[in-house]
């Protein structure tokens, strides 16, 4: 069956690092790849979609790759803020509905 | 526009009591999902329907559980009888049918079944 595994939990990091979070699947050949974000207490809120054939997408701040040999996809937030704090699920789509990983929670701390 | 509304934001209720959960999708949408997350396993997707109609409800856990939509602007999941079990936070999300789908996520019904 499809897995989908974010890489922990939690990760904290210092204002102004690069925060780096991984998104690992298998028994899947997904179309295309979703990252949201999730704050508490709401729902997840799309920010980016790669497919297949990209290698990379920048928006803003934000940067995620997509290695389809590796099965894995990075997502970057660079000089990160506080504010960036939140819960960041990928999810996986193509022919079926999107599957998402349970998220890693990030921490910004000032 | 004002997103995917769901009512109620909050629902205590006690084992073995009918619990509906109410979604209306953003105005012209034709995709619709209902979702399930715990700690324990995440997002998990129950039902989703295209057009008004159900087109996988392989998620639904069990028979206690029902979805329906009767029209493209409301769509109920209802829980005969609840259990403990099903306490969790049910997500409505609506999109575009189109091949990559953004979903537009509702606040969610926070369930506690006592």
């Known amino acids: 069956s499809q897995k989908i595994e974010q890489n922990s939990e939690a990760l904290n990091i210092q204002e102004g690092k690069t925060a780096t979070l991984t998104c690992n699947y298998t028994?899947?050949?997904?179309?295309?790849l979703q990252w949201y974000r999730q704050d508490p207490g709401r729902g997840p809120v799309f920010l980016l979609l790669?497919?297949?054939?990209?290698k990379e997408k920048r928006k803003e701040r934000l940067k995620v790759t997509f290695d389809t040999t590796l099965k894995q996809s990075l997502f970057h937030i660079t000089a990160s803020q506080p504010a960036d704090s939140a819960t960041y699920l990928c999810a996986l789509g193509g022919n079926t509905p999107l599957v998402f990983g349970k998220g890693t929670r990030l921490s910004v701390i000032a | 526009d004002a997103g995917v509304i769901q009512s109620p934001r909050h629902e205590v209720t006690e084992m073995g009591q009918e619990v509906t959960l109410r979604c209306k999708p953003i105005?012209?949408?034709?995709?619709l999902f209902w979702y399930r997350q715990t700690m324990m396993r995440g997002l998990e997707l129950l039902i989703y329907?295209?057009?008004?109609?159900?087109?996988?409800d392989s998620g639904m856990p069990e028979d206690r559980f029902s979805a329906k939509m009767p029209n493209a602007s409301f769509s109920t999941l209802k829980i005969q009888p609840s259990e403990p079990r099903d306490s969790a936070v049910y997500f409505c999300a609506s999109s575009l049918a189109s091949r990559e789908e953004t979903q537009y996520f509702g606040p969610g019904t926070r369930l506690l079944v006592l």
């Open positions: 329907f295209n057009n008004n109609v159900p087109i996988d």
């Open positions: 790669i497919r297949e054939n990209e």
């Open positions: 105005s012209g949408h034709n995709s």
């Open positions: 028994n899947y050949s997904p179309a295309y």
